[in-house]
């Protein structure tokens, strides 16, 4: 079983805050995955990386994927309460295996206004 | 475009009643998952569907869980009978093919009395 380790697993912190959440694994995955899921909802996708080494940026969210693809963080700037949620990275294995994700546990973020 | 739509939202029964839950995924996605997200835990995937073939059911519980997707569009996953260990939100999600990023429904929420 491929797992996914996440930290911390609960954040809690005052707008205008940097944080910095983490996903780790001893084993590889081909991509890598990070949703974002709010109460009564599903998780919603916000980012894929695929290339060790690889950073994707979306506004304030800054992701990296590790040179050996095996871990993997989410870095905001400046944390706004709309930001609050449970954060959640997913490792997609190869292609002849399909596309099944294995899911960390997520890391719950509270963003106190 | 519509997104993938779940029913019921949420269900409560007793241990050892059946229940079924349905969903309709977005027009065109010919991959369906179904997977069962305890609280405080990461989706864990019970079945992934091609058109209307199963692609993947490792980690279904066979004994007691089953699910369709008869013409390949909306499937239903059923529970017979439940546990107190099924209370959990049951996410369905879509994709237009494999590898490619999934689109969660808002889930399901079963407590099991």
């Known amino acids: 079983t491929q797992l996914l380790e996440q930290s911390p697993q609960f954040l809690s912190i005052q707008e205008g805050e940097n944080l910095t959440v983490y996903c780790n694994s001893s084993?590889?995955?081909?991509?890598l995955q990070w949703y974002r899921q709010e109460p009564g909802e599903g998780p919603v996708l916000l980012v894929t990386?695929?290339?060790?080494?690889e950073v994707k940026k979306l506004k304030r969210l800054t992701f990296q994927f590790g040179d050996a693809r095996k871990d993997s963080s989410l870095h905001i700037t400046a944390a706004q309460p709309g930001d609050t949620g449970l954060y959640l990275c997913?490792?997609?294995?190869?292609?002849?295996?399909?596309?099944?994700?294995?899911f960390g546990e997520g890391t719950q973020l509270t963003v106190n206004p | 475009e519509a997104g993938v739509a779940q029913s019921p939202r949420y269900k409560i029964i007793e241990k050892r009643q059946s229940v079924a839950f349905w969903c309709n995924p977005i027009s065109g996605h010919a991959t369906l998952y179904w997977y069962q997200q305890i609280l405080g835990q990461g989706p864990k995937l019970l079945i992934q569907f091609q058109n209307n073939g199963v692609v993947d059911d490792s980690q279904l519980p066979k004994d007691r869980f089953s699910a369709e997707r008869l013409k390949g569009v909306d499937s239903t996953l059923k529970i017979q009978p439940a546990k107190l260990e099924d209370s959990a939100v049951y996410l369905c999600?879509?994709?237009?093919?494999?590898?490619?990023?999934?689109?969660f429904g808002p889930g399901t929420r079963l407590t099991v009395l």
């Open positions: 997913a490792g997609g294995r190869g292609e002849t295996s399909g596309s099944r994700l294995t």
């Open positions: 990386v695929v290339t060790g080494g």
């Open positions: 999600a879509s994709s237009s093919r494999p590898r490619l990023s999934q689109f």
């Open positions: 084993s590889v995955f081909s991509s």
